[in-house]
């Protein structure tokens, strides 16, 4: 269990995710770090929106690092 939290803030109504809150392990400066996060457009007409990553320390509050990702868009649901 690391000291850092990745925290994934979304449109309910639009996507669904399994847990928005994930412990990282230490980070060190220099490698690109590549998280997957599984989430799923529920929205039966599709559509986009943007989420929110985050990146916490476990005893603050406040972010260490914040991301807007435009999410492309998903297909409507077939009947």
């Known amino acids: 269990n690391g000291d850092l939290q990745l925290i994934v803030k979304y449109n309910t109504d639009m ?6 809150l994930y412990d ?5 400066p220099g490698p ?5 996060v599984p989430l799923f457009c529920i929205d039966r007409n599709g ?8 990146v916490c320390l ?3 509050a406040v972010p260490a690092l914040a991301a807007q ?3 492309p868009f998903c297909d409507p649901f077939d009947d």
């Open 69 to 71: 990702i435009a999410m």
């Open 47 to 54: 559509g986009s929106d943007a989420i929110q990553v985050c």
């Open 58 to 60: 476990t005893n603050s």
């Open 15 to 20: 996507y669904s995710c399994q847990k928005g």
């Open 32 to 36: 690109q770090y590549r998280f997957e």
């Open 24 to 28: 990282l392990p230490a980070l060190v």
